[in-house]
């Protein structure tokens, strides 16, 4: 009985043609996938028929993940890094020196290694263990550093949570919030500077939102503070209902929120839907709820 070969995941790297690239991808870069079971090529590698620029799109949409150098400001790399963004791709991005990050792509992690191979391999292997993880191309999901519930329920895809209402005694008015829990699986400590988390919701404003151009509100999640290895740490996201929303559909379907993290392992969105419900209803069934504040 013959088994099925384990696809590896492919890794595609954009960089610029230049030699003083060479032994960067071939040391530093390809080396550390090739430790951590992935598949890896520049198309300077390959055999193909048809332009180069038609060859690096195509291998661009078939790549599981993403490796660009942005090194010396590249316009090509640029560009093609632009178009894996705008395929929804994983793209891990690397840079000699952080002068030649654009301002447009600030916010994005870069991996700077300084010119250092040995830097760069150190700094790379981790966040690609992590990141073909998280694409779900491994069946350990042991490299999962990062997690996040609401009332007692992991975040993931699909999975539906509440957004708890309640009168405010203090304030004297309704207050509705998400309740982020952030689990430290990792080995270390995990410090507020090392990540950034937000989440992008549909139907709830707030006062660190920033309303985008859909219509939905982005809600920069702030007052973490560092995480010990093994322990969580809640944070609460207080949201306000606009003018003119329907509220039955608050309560009744839920509305889609998206969970964006940035931190030392990657990229990653969790989707999920978020339902108001009130605090008597939550208690009702079971569900662990925030305690309201001043009581004991």
């Not at 010396?72 to 093609?80: K, Q």
Request: one cysteine or more.
């Amino acid at each position: 009985m013959h088994s099925t070969p384990v696809k590896k995941p492919f890794v595609f790297v954009l960089m610029p043609f230049s030699s003083d690239f060479d032994d960067i991808y071939r040391y530093g870069i390809k080396k550390a996938c090739e430790d951590h079971g992935c598949y890896c090529e520049r198309v300077d590698e390959q055999m193909f028929d048809g332009t180069i620029l038609d060859r690096i799109y195509n291998q661009i949409t078939k790549a599981d993940v993403v490796i660009a150098d942005m090194t010396g400001r590249n316009a090509n790399v640029f560009y093609e890094t632009g178009y894996a963004h705008a395929l929804g791709k994983r793209v891990i991005l690397l840079t000699q020196s952080t002068d030649d990050i654009p301002f447009d792509l600030k916010h994005y992690t870069h991996l700077v290694y300084n010119g250092r191979i040995s830097d760069l391999a150190q700094q790379l292997g981790p966040r690609i263990a992590w990141t073909i993880s998280e694409a779900g191309m491994l069946a350990d999901d042991t490299n999962r550093l990062i997690r996040y519930s609401v009332q007692g329920v992991q975040l993931d895809n699909s999975v539906q949570v509440d957004i708890v209402e309640h009168f405010d005694e203090d304030q004297r008015c309704l207050v509705r919030i998400l309740q982020l829990d952030i689990w430290n699986d990792s080995k270390k400590i995990l410090k507020s500077t090392e990540f950034d988390v937000g989440i992008v919701i549909d139907s709830f404003t707030g006062r660190s939102a920033s309303r985008l151009e859909d219509g939905r509100y982005w809600h920069v999640v702030t007052g973490i503070p560092d995480i010990f290895s093994g322990s969580m740490r809640s944070v609460r996201i207080s949201l306000e209902i606009p003018h003119g929303v329907d509220h039955a559909r608050l309560t009744g379907e839920g509305v889609p929120v998206a969970l964006k993290e940035i931190s030392a392992f990657g990229h990653r969105n969790i989707n999920f839907v978020a339902r108001l419900r009130t605090r008597e209803s939550v208690e009702h069934a079971h569900h662990f709820v925030p305690p309201v504040p001043g009581s004991a």
